[in-house]
């Protein structure tokens, strides 16, 4: 998919997946793709492929990555299938603006 189109679509399933309070909702990229590889079939995107896809639609600006604090075990097999990493970066959520 072009970036654009991609970066809409990731938009929308992060608000569907997100969690926090309006100005700070997060969602969990392992749960983003989750949705995505339902919606969009399509595409034909390896996991792989769309964790480089969000890698640079954020660093176009196209969608904001955050990183996630390891203060809270529960989700940590969620937090490590989150997990993209780019030169000294490692981001888990993306991150939705209300």
Known sequence: PALPGFASAVTKAAR?????WPGNRKALISRVWQTISVAHP??????????????EAH????????NADLKDK????????????????????VRVED
């Open 16 to 20: 569907l997946r997100a969690e926090g």
């Open 42 to 55: 399509e595409w034909g995107l390896s996991e792989i492929e769309f964790k480089s896809m969000l890698a």
């Open 59 to 66: 660093r176009t600006g196209h969608i904001v990555l955050a």
């Open 74 to 93: 529960d989700n940590l097999k969620d937090l490590q299938s989150s997990a993209v990493s780019y030169k000294n970066t490692v981001w888990h959520l």
